[in-house]
């Protein structure tokens, strides 16, 4: 019944094995999208050639350096969008960024810069992108981008971090607003901690992961699969009343009190 045959899908936020965008790419593939990703380009270029390796089995139609920061970046990724697919269905935004000084110690000692750099990457970006994606979506489309329980409740660490994710699932609010009436969908999904590397940035990552693992009622984490898949179901037809929400793939972590 998920069928996402003859759908083009945007996967933002492809670092390596370990990314959920890397698991949300497979998932979409599988239930039958063509599939097109971004890098984040580096002098060296990094993560190019081990993005390109890694997607390859996927036989993505586009591959397209993109940072966030830079407008000229994201309006050539849509460039290439237009000119090859013409049409955009599905835009997976799941990228996030703050520097590591952020993700410890006290809250109050964010800093400026700190705080910018972390909103803009990690928030803003989002409505960026939802900007770009929203003219291409001629016949309704499907946006959703990863949030983290620590944008409603006080995680350790977590810090600026949270209040970028805040921001983020109010972000998925508005745009859903804007965008339902040209069948568009916004929606997030609220994953639990996961090891990648954004997440290794987070103090004291594991021992989260280790909390969830003892108090969840599934009694375990989640994985990159189990995100794709709810990613795959929002993107398809079956989701097709649901816009604006925040949706929680996490063991069922989020409904504890203690
Ligand atoms: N891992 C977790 O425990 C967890 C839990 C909930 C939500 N999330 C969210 O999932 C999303 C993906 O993170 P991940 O955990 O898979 O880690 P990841 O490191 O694999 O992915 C983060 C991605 O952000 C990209 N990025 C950073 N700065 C960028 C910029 N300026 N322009 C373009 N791309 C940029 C990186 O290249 C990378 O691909 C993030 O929004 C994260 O907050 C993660």
Redesign the pocket.
């Known amino acids: 019944m998920l069928d996402l045959s003859g759908k083009n899908a945007l996967v933002?936020?492809?670092?390596?094995n370990?990314?959920?965008?890397?698991?949300i790419a497979q998932q979409l593939h599988k239930a039958g999208a063509n599939i097109g990703v971004?890098?984040?380009p580096d002098e060296k270029d990094r993560?190019k050639k081990k993005?390109e390796e890694l997607v390859a089995p996927l036989n993505p139609s586009l591959i397209v350096p993109?940072?966030?920061?830079?407008d000229d970046?994201v309006q050539a990724m849509f460039a290439a969008v237009q000119e090859q697919w013409g049409r955009l269905d599905i835009l997976i935004?799941?990228?996030?960024?703050a520097g590591k000084d952020e993700l410890s110690g006290e809250f109050s000692q964010t800093t400026r810069q700190g705080f910018m750099t972390a909103l803009?990457?990690?928030t803003f970006?989002l409505t960026q992108l939802a900007a770009a994606a929203k003219p291409l979506m001629t016949e309704g489309g499907s946006i959703i981008?990863?949030?983290?329980?620590?944008g409603v409740k006080v995680i350790p660490n977590y810090n600026v971090?949270g209040v970028?994710?805040a921001g983020?699932e109010c972000s998925v609010r508005y745009l859903a607003s804007e965008m339902g009436p040209h069948n568009i969908r916004v929606n997030a999904?609220?994953?639990?901690?996961?090891?990648?590397?954004?997440?290794?940035?987070?103090g004291g990552?594991l021992d989260?992961?280790h909390h969830v693992e003892e108090t969840a009622p599934l009694r375990r984490?989640v994985t990159?699969t189990e995100?794709g898949n709810t990613a795959a179901f929002l993107s398809s037809d079956l989701a097709s009343g649901i816009t604006g929400q925040t949706i929680y793939v996490?063991a069922g972590y989020e409904i504890m009190g203690m």
């Open positions: 933002t936020g492809i670092a390596n370990r990314s959920i965008a890397w698991g971004n890098y984040l993560y993005v993109c940072n966030v920061q830079e970046q935004h799941c990228l996030a960024f803009e990457i990690s970006s981008t990863l949030t983290y329980l620590g971090m970028a994710k983020l999904i609220s994953a639990g901690p996961i090891r990648t590397l954004a997440s290794s940035a987070v990552i989260m992961i984490t990159q995100v996490d």
